[in-house]
C-alpha cells in the first residue's frame, strides 16, 4: 500500500487527506466491511451528508456573527455602511435558522432520506457561500488581509463546497432525483 499525502490546500490543511494506493494487498475477511460496496454506499450515505449540514450551518452562524459584531461596533459611531449593502445577517440568519429546523425535523421524524437530504445539504452550502461573501463585503478592505476572520470563513465556505460528495456531485444527484 502506497500512501501520499495531500498537502497545500487553502484551508483545513489538518483534515490529514491522503491517496492510497493497494497494490497486491491481502486484506482477511474480518477485516471487510462490505463486498457490495452499492449496497453499502446506499446504506451509509445518508447519514454521512447528516453529519455534514452542521459543517455548513457552524460557518454561516459564525459569519452572521461577525457581521453583526461589526454592525454594533459601527452603530455606535452613527455610521454604518454596511446597511446599505443588499445582503444583512438577519436575513442569512433566518435561512440558516430554517435549514436548521429542516435538518433537526428530518431526524426526528427519521425521515433521513435521500432526496430530503441531497435537498438539505445543497441550501446549506449556498446559504453558507451567501453568508461567507456577505461577511466579506461587510468588513471590506480589513476583509482582504490574509488570515482575517472572513477571510478565513471564506476558506471554510471553499472545504464545504469541495467536501465530498462537492457542490456539483449533489447538482448531478438532485437532477438525477428530479426525473
Request: with cysteine.
Given at each position: 500500500m502506497t500512501l501520499r499525502q495531500r498537502v497545500g490546500f487553502i484551508g483545513v490543511n489538518g483534515s490529514a487527506t491522503y491517496s492510497c494506493t493497494f497494490d497486491d494487498v491481502f486484506i482477511p475477511d474480518?477485516?471487510?466491511?462490505?463486498?457490495?460496496?452499492?449496497?453499502?454506499i446506499e446504506r451509509i450515505r445518508s447519514q454521512f451528508l447528516v453529519?455534514?449540514?452542521?459543517?455548513?450551518?457552524?460557518?454561516?452562524?459564525?459569519?452572521?456573527?461577525?457581521?453583526?459584531?461589526?454592525?454594533?461596533?459601527?452603530?455606535?459611531?452613527?455610521?454604518?455602511?454596511?446597511?446599505?449593502?443588499?445582503?444583512?445577517?438577519?436575513?442569512?440568519?433566518?435561512?440558516?435558522?430554517?435549514?436548521?429546523?429542516?435538518?433537526?425535523?428530518?431526524?426526528?421524524?427519521?425521515?433521513?432520506?435521500?432526496?430530503?437530504?441531497?435537498?438539505?445539504?445543497?441550501?446549506?452550502?449556498?446559504?453558507?457561500?451567501?453568508?461567507?461573501?456577505a461577511a466579506m463585503l461587510h468588513h471590506g478592505g480589513r476583509a482582504y488581509v490574509k488570515s482575517s476572520v472572513a477571510e478565513r470563513k471564506l476558506r471554510e465556505a471553499y472545504f464545504l463546497v469541495n467536501l465530498t460528495p462537492t457542490i456539483k456531485h449533489l447538482e448531478v444527484l438532485r437532477q438525477q432525483i428530479a426525473k
Amino acid at each position: 500500500m502506497t500512501l501520499r499525502q495531500r498537502v497545500g490546500f487553502i484551508g483545513v490543511n489538518g483534515s490529514a487527506t491522503y491517496s492510497c494506493t493497494f497494490d497486491d494487498v491481502f486484506i482477511p475477511d474480518v477485516q471487510v466491511i462490505a463486498t457490495e460496496v452499492d449496497e453499502f454506499i446506499e446504506r451509509i450515505r445518508s447519514q454521512f451528508l447528516v453529519y455534514q449540514i452542521p459543517l455548513a450551518l457552524g460557518v454561516t452562524e459564525s459569519s452572521v456573527e461577525t457581521m453583526i459584531q461589526l454592525t454594533e461596533k459601527h452603530e455606535r459611531k452613527d455610521s454604518n455602511i454596511n446597511r446599505y449593502l443588499p445582503i444583512q445577517p438577519e436575513q442569512i440568519k433566518e435561512k440558516n435558522n430554517r435549514i436548521r429546523s429542516l435538518i433537526i425535523q428530518a431526524i426526528a421524524n427519521a425521515n433521513i432520506d435521500w432526496p430530503t437530504l441531497v435537498d438539505i445539504r445543497l441550501q446549506s452550502v449556498y446559504v453558507t457561500l451567501e453568508a461567507v461573501q456577505a461577511a466579506m463585503l461587510h468588513h471590506g478592505g480589513r476583509a482582504y488581509v490574509k488570515s482575517s476572520v472572513a477571510e478565513r470563513k471564506l476558506r471554510e465556505a471553499y472545504f464545504l463546497v469541495n467536501l465530498t460528495p462537492t457542490i456539483k456531485h449533489l447538482e448531478v444527484l438532485r437532477q438525477q432525483i428530479a426525473k
